[in-house]
């Protein structure tokens, strides 16, 4: 048996050559590259998801995506058992797969070896969930992930198009007994928009959503993203534009461009007094935006999302009298100084900051009852502590309490049906979003209002070799090479409000520069004093 495996993996390897001197790491989001060098990766990663599904002896999930890239990349992440990002202890042995060059014997021997120590089986079951976005090269990636499975005998659930939020659902159903959801793609929608109709329904006086207009980034959230928008047509009006018949994925539209740039997608003119979203190319980042009677441009990233959930759980969690519930905020070092100050010193919430990965925000949040997390991009969710959500259950059925304290339970309840609490989903928190409008009777100009963004600028920076910045503290502080700190330091003291850091990218191959300052001219400036620091030091 082990010998046919053997065999089996051997052809793999002549199949699906690995490109001569090529080194890849498991960065922020798994492997992610052009496409075209990626499948030997894939045969790698079909071999770790079946060694992870065998350990954990539940399903796991494998999802192809590069998410924001442009659409020649693609990508690779592994999803946990319980939703979650693969273990960052499992990351060395993707790592570790990743340096074997095409030879099957030395291979083979590290594969034994892994099986050993972690004490498993080629023949233990496995299953591994696949799912991919609509990128050309997907469904080619994702057979390499099956064949290469099938080698250590493997079972595919193949969930085929698929947002990266919905697989990380569907595997935490599979393995939670259904109790968080039923498995598939129907149970996902039937959970969110059950939940929605609830909400809104059960609120007195509760507004019809306003209609919102949607850049699905010519991804697969464009697919998804109709389904809801035509189940729930009687109660909202979500309108889908970039949805893939014309434009390319990611180009000039899309959450990360909109975020970036900070201006609309090209070729959306906007209308005053609408709404708009932008979504990423898997779907699990969420930017809102409009146009204001200035014309100006306003958007609504990740840190207002925070801002505006914390409030509005604040305040159900007080209508229900459920008391000694502890909130937090996490952040990463790019969240605008705002909304910080904000959440700290006029919503007397926590703000936890961590270093850029939803890995790292996920894991934090999961310290609170109520924990809420947003990278400034737009990626975020909340999670909710078992011990809270029961709380909540006892709070809906207990007659003891007033009707009004019940149905602030029951909206809490309702809320947390909507969101996927596996990672960061903007189906899930348009929803949720849209929800909040509707029962806080707010509009999107009152939720920009709530603080003003300090300016900010991001930059990219191409250096020879971006593992040379090292840094500590979240990121905030430089600690390689030396005295660039200092000189960062040194920069922004001559500004007034001035922050900035600098960090190597987890999924591209530049390092990233962030700044902010009192006004946009000075934000922008010192961004570029900073940048030519880097490639001082970096050269
Ligand atoms: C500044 C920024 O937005 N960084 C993004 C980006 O990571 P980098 O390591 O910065 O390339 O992609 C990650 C995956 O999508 C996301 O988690 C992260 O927030
Ligand atoms: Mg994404």
Redesign the pocket.
């Known amino acids: 048996m082990t010998h046919i495996a053997k065999q089996k993996l051997g052809q793999l390897l002549i199949q699906y050559p690995k490109p001569a001197g090529l080194t890849m790491g498991y ?3 798994g492997f992610r590259a052009r496409s075209d060098i990626l499948p030997w990766i894939m045969v790698r990663m079909g071999l770790l998801a079946s060694l992870r599904a065998k350990v954990k002896k539940a399903c796991v999930g494998v999802m192809i995506t590069a ?2 890239n442009p659409e020649c990349d693609n990508g690779v992440k592994l999803i946990d058992p319980m939703g979650e990002m693969l273990d960052q202890s499992w990351e060395v042995y993707a790592n570790n797969l990743a340096t074997f060059d095409d030879n099957i014997d030395e291979l083979w021997e590290y594969i034994e070896l892994l099986m050993n120590q972690l004490n498993v089986q080629p023949q233990d079951e496995a299953v591994i969930a696949l799912a991919h976005d609509t990128r050309q090269s997907s469904i080619p990636l994702a057979y390499v992930i099956r064949q290469s499975a099938q080698v250590l005998h493997s079972i595919i659930l193949d969930f085929d198009l698929m947002t990266t939020p919905q697989l990380h659902y569907v595997v935490r159903c599979y393995n939670d007994d259904c109790s968080y959801g039923h498995y598939t793609e129907a149970g996902y929608f039937d959970k969110l928009c059950t939940a929605f109709q609830n909400l809104i329904e059960m609120s007195p006086g509760a507004q019809r959503p306003e209609q919102v207009i949607v850049d699905a980034a010519n991804g697969v959230g464009a697919v998804k993203l109709q389904y809801v928008a035509a189940r729930l047509s009687k109660l909202i009006h979500i309108d889908v534009l970039n949805d893939g018949t014309q434009g390319h994925l990611n180009d000039c539209c899309g959450a990360d461009y909109v975020k970036l740039l900070q201006k609309p997608p090209a070729g959306i003119e906007l209308r005053p007094s609408l709404k708009y979203c932008s979504i990423d190319g898997d779907a699990d980042r969420l930017v809102y935006f409009f146009i204001n009677s200035k014309k100006q441009f306003c958007m609504l990233d990740g840190d207002r999302f925070s801002v505006l959930y914390a409030s509005f759980l604040h305040t159900k969690l007080q209508q229900a009298k459920l008391n000694d519930v502890k909130i937090g905020v996490i952040q990463t070092a ?1 969240a605008n100084g705002s909304s910080t100050d904000y959440l700290i010193n006029t919503m007397h919430v926590p703000v936890a900051c961590v270093p ?3 890995k790292f925000l996920h894991h934090k949040a999961q310290d609170y009852d109520i924990g809420i997390y947003f ?3 737009g ?1 975020g969710t909340v999670l909710f502590s078992d011990d809270i959500k029961n709380k909540i259950k006892t709070a809906v059925d207990d007659q003891s309490r007033t009707a009004e304290e019940r149905l602030a339970a029951n909206q809490l309840r309702a809320f947390i049906n909507i969101i996927n609490e596996t990672v960061g989903d903007a189906i899930a928190d348009l929803l949720a979003t849209e929800a909040i409008f509707a029962i806080m009777h707010l509009t999107i100009e009152q939720w920009l209002q709530l603080y003003t963004d300090i300016p900010q600028r ?1 930059l990219k920076v191409s250096v020879r070799d971006r593992t040379m910045i090292q840094t500590t503290d979240a990121e905030r502080c430089c600690t390689a090479p030396a005295y660039l700190q200092d000189r960062i330091d040194q920069i922004v003291s001559k500004y007034q409000r001035g922050r900035s850091f600098v960090r190597p ?4 191959d530049v390092v ?1 520069v962030y700044a902010e300052a009192h006004t946009q001219a000075d934000a922008d400036k010192l961004a570029n004093e900073v940048r030519l620091a880097v490639e001082e030091f970096t050269r």
Do not use: K, M
């Open positions: 960065g922020t989001s998410s924001h790019y850029t990965g939803v990278e400034a991009n990626h991001q990218s987890g999924t591209e990233r």
